[in-house]
């Protein structure tokens, strides 16, 4: 059993489709989706290519519960995601079952590697944030009750790698809107860990996203994708939003 693991998709297609390129050169068994696929400037067409993914399983992010109870009209998650209303007024009801479709933390036994818990923010909730910075008691809080040898997040979009009492962590980065370096980043997993980043034409992917309707398209193209926020930055907004 391999498995590629990507989190944080956040709409940007064209990253997307050059992580699957490179996951399609692996021998990966299984594609583990960790959450926060769709809030951001093209959420259809990623959920369009997302449903057609063979041997995915996917674990719902807060932006993805975000969409769902936008288009539900009940009442929205602490952190709903970027330009929430906007996507979740794209969605067909197709769309929307899809996303609320995701599932809590799953886990896999992967040989070479043990029990591996799959999640979006931490085993207990898609809003809580584990990162490089985060104190081992916190950790400790978070991974309460967890039996696993590898547990995988996302959430706070930069990859990073810790042992806590045994159990290994790993976030491995974001996909579609990474902090610290662009690109395109993920992870294989089995019978180790392996992080990836896969670089794409990001002038290219920045083009087609800024003719996007998305509110935030023409900011996100420059920001997110051309260039990214740097890794004080986004430490800087955990800690405003109750990480790290």
Known sequence: MRIAV???????????????????????????????????????ETLDVLRALPRARFVRGNADRGLVTAFDGEKLPRLPG???????????????????????????????????????????????????ETPDSRLREFLSGVEADLVVCGHT??????????VRII?????GMPYGDPGAFWALLGPGVEFRRTDYDREAAAARIRRSAWPGAVEFASAN????????????FFRANGGP
């Open 157 to 166: 979009h930069m990859p990073f790698d810790r042992l806590v009492d045994g």
């Open 225 to 236: 994708v051309v260039s990214v926020p740097s890794v004080e930055a986004a430490m800087a």
């Open 171 to 175: 976030n491995p980065g974001s996909v």
């Open 82 to 132: 970027p330009a929430f209303d906007w996507c979740a007024s794209q969605l067909s009801r197709e769309h929307r079952d899809f996303l609320a479709s995701f599932t809590e933390p799953d886990s896999v036994a992967v040989d070479g590697i043990g029990r591996v818990l799959f999640c979006h923010g931490s085993p207990r909730s898609d809003e809580e944030m584990m990162t490089a």
């Open 6 to 44: 990507l989190a944080d998709i956040h709409g940007n297609l064209p990253a997307l489709e050059a992580v699957l390129a490179d996951v399609a050169h692996t021998d990966a068994d299984l594609l583990m989706i960790c959450g926060d696929v769709a809030s951001g400037p093209l959420p259809i």
